[in-house]
Each structure stands twice: as structure tokens, then as C-alpha cells.
């Protein structure tokens, strides 16, 4: 069936190293992914996003690589900080304005 | 920066009654949307809303589940009868059309 899935459910990392997040899609219809960042209690804040037609996208200390030939999708942190610990999800978008959500990964960035 | 609020933070209730949850969508936002969390799990779709119609709904979004834009600003959800298992966070959500979603901070409900 048609999911969105994280590789790993926790991911602990030591400050200032660089965090990698995967994410594996099994709808190959798919032509938008977001990436959200949960700090707890509060919603999902947009971190990145990346359409079908590309392969990688930079922000500021995040970078999203999309990998359509095996449905991957990762999310890179560069220089982890402590206010980078939260979970974070992987959304995909079929065009259709429903986002489906990966389970999330809870990253907890070690001082 | 505009954002998307919420209200209650927090809603208490028992079994069996209705709640209706409230948002304001950023002012020039065309389609909402609401999606509930329930403890330790995924984010869940429930319904999208544009043009003062449902675009589209999930499994989960079932006819003790409404949506209403009953003015300019205001985007609510109501539940006519709760269960125990309507317990969750929900989060209303807003775009622009084709852009990415802007989440509130969510209502935490809780059924007794």
C-alpha cells in the first residue's frame, strides 16, 4: 500500500556533528515532500521541501535529497545544535493537497 | 510573520458530547485543512477545505465529523458526538494554493 516511512525512530547525535534523517515513499506518483520539525506540544513547522523533478535542495544548515529510482528521501543537518532536538517527519504530497506523514524520527542532539 | 492560531489550547469533554475546535488561517490563504495526532503517533489527514466546499477527506473523517468556514477568518472542526478514542491533538492547517502547509499549534482533546 501506499506509505511514508522513517528508517529509524530515535537518532542521537552529538552537538556540532552533522545529523542525517532518511525516509523511504512507496508512491512513485508523488511529486512534492516536505520535511516538519515537532518540538514538543507545538505543530509541525515547515523545515525544507523538495518537488519530483529535483534531486537536491538546500536551506540554511538543512539539506533534502530526493533519490526517486529507490523512494528515498533524507534530510541533512549540518553542525547539529541542541535546538535541533525534536521529531522529525517526512510528508509527501500527490498533488492532491493531502499531505500523508511519515511515523517520525525523534533526534536528540547529545552536549 | 503570520501564523495559524488555535482555540482552546486544550479541550476537555465527555463521552458523548460535541466539541467544535477553531482556527484562523493566515489571512490570505485559500486552502485548510484539519489533521489530528493522537499520543506518540503520525500525523493524520482528516479533511481539506477550499472555495467553501470539502476537497477531500479521509477514513477517518466520518459523519460525527464537520467542517465550517463560518465567516472571513474562522476555520472550525466540529465533532457532534465524541468517543473515547477522538482523543488527540488536531491541527488546522493552511496554503496558499500549491504551497506548503502551515501548521497551528494544535488543540490537545481529551475525552473522558
Known amino acids: 500500500g501506499e506509505s511514508v516511512g522513517l528508517h529509524l525512530p530515535t537518532l542521537s547525535v552529538q552537538e556540532g556533528d552533522n545529523s542525517i534523517i532518511n525516509c523511504a515513499y512507496s508512491?512513485?506518483?508523488?511529486?512534492?515532500f516536505i520535511w516538519y520539525k515537532q518540538e514538543s506540544g507545538k505543530g509541525p513547522q515547515f523545515i525544507i521541501d523538495?518537488?519530483?523533478?529535483?534531486d537536491k535542495r538546500q536551506g540554511q544548515r538543512v539539506t533534502v535529497l530526493l533519490n526517486k529510482t529507490v523512494k528515498h528521501l533524507s534530510l541533512q543537518i549540518a553542525a547539529t545544535q541542541p535546538g535541533d532536538s525534536a521529531v522529525y517527519f517526512c510528508?509527501?504530497?500527490?498533488?492532491?493537497?493531502?499531505?500523508?506523514f511519515g511515523a517520525g524520527t525523534t533526534v536528540t542532539v547529545r552536549a | 510573520e503570520p501564523e495559524v492560531t488555535q482555540t482552546p489550547s486544550h479541550q476537555v469533554t465527555q463521552m458523548g458530547q460535541e466539541v467544535i475546535l477553531r482556527c484562523v488561517p493566515i489571512s490570505n490563504h485559500l486552502y485548510f485543512y484539519w489533521y489530528r495526532q493522537i499520543l506518540g503517533q503520525k500525523v493524520e489527514f482528516l479533511v481539506s477545505?477550499?472555495?467553501?466546499?470539502?476537497?477531500?477527506k479521509s477514513e477517518i473523517f466520518d459523519d460525527q465529523f464537520s467542517v465550517e468556514r463560518p465567516d472571513g477568518s474562522n476555520f472550525t472542526l466540529k465533532i457532534r458526538s465524541t468517543k473515547l478514542e477522538d482523543s488527540a491533538m488536531y491541527f488546522c492547517?493552511?496554503?496558499?494554493?500549491?504551497?506548503?502547509?502551515?501548521f497551528g499549534p494544535g488543540t490537545r482533546l481529551t475525552v473522558l
Open positions: 510528508a509527501e504530497n500527490k498533488g492532491d493537497y493531502k499531505l500523508s
Open positions: 523538495i518537488r519530483s523533478n529535483m
Open positions: 492547517a493552511s496554503s496558499e494554493v500549491g504551497n506548503e502547509q502551515f
Open positions: 477545505f477550499y472555495n467553501n466546499e470539502i476537497s477531500e
Open positions: 508512491n512513485s506518483a508523488s511529486d512534492y
